[in-house]
């Protein structure tokens, strides 16, 4: 059994950062990409980031580049997302996620993916 507890999450004022952190315990976790999404009240689930199985190749919304960055460590089995610069629009739940399909880009839709952490929240005060 799969399972992904995120940790991190908090209150910030913009500009500033916060460090997510997701745990995945269970199946084989060196050969998933993995992603994060969020999603704010009222709107879609959405994706945030996204690393392959090696870490070598990482992806992002538009909204978040060159201001998030995701990576990942497989011998500790943990995917990171470092955020800086926060806007009050960043303010969501954010939820890790795993796509077990092996050697896999990871995707950009929900779908994609078969295993969801519970979510931590991230409010980001003007």
């Known amino acids: 059994q799969v399972q992904l507890a995120e940790s991190g999450g908090g209150l910030v004022q913009a500009g500033g950062s916060l460090a997510l952190s997701c745990t995945i315990s269970g199946g084989t976790f060196s050969n998933y990409a993995l992603g994060w999404f969020r999603q704010a009240p009222g709107k879609e689930r959405e994706f945030v980031a996204g690393?392959?199985?090696?870490?070598?190749?990482?992806y992002y919304a538009d909204s978040v580049k060159g201001r998030f960055t995701i990576s990942r460590d497989n011998s500790k089995r943990m995917v990171y997302l470092q955020m800086n610069s926060l806007k009050p629009e960043d303010t969501a739940v954010y939820y890790c996620?795993?796509?077990?399909?092996?050697?896999?880009?990871?995707?950009?839709?929900?779908?994609?993916?078969?295993?969801w952490g519970q979510g931590t929240q991230v409010t980001v005060s003007s």
């Open positions: 690393i392959t199985w090696s870490g070598s190749s990482k």
């Open positions: 996620a795993a796509d077990s399909k092996p050697g896999v880009v990871p995707g950009t839709f929900v779908a994609s993916y078969d295993y």
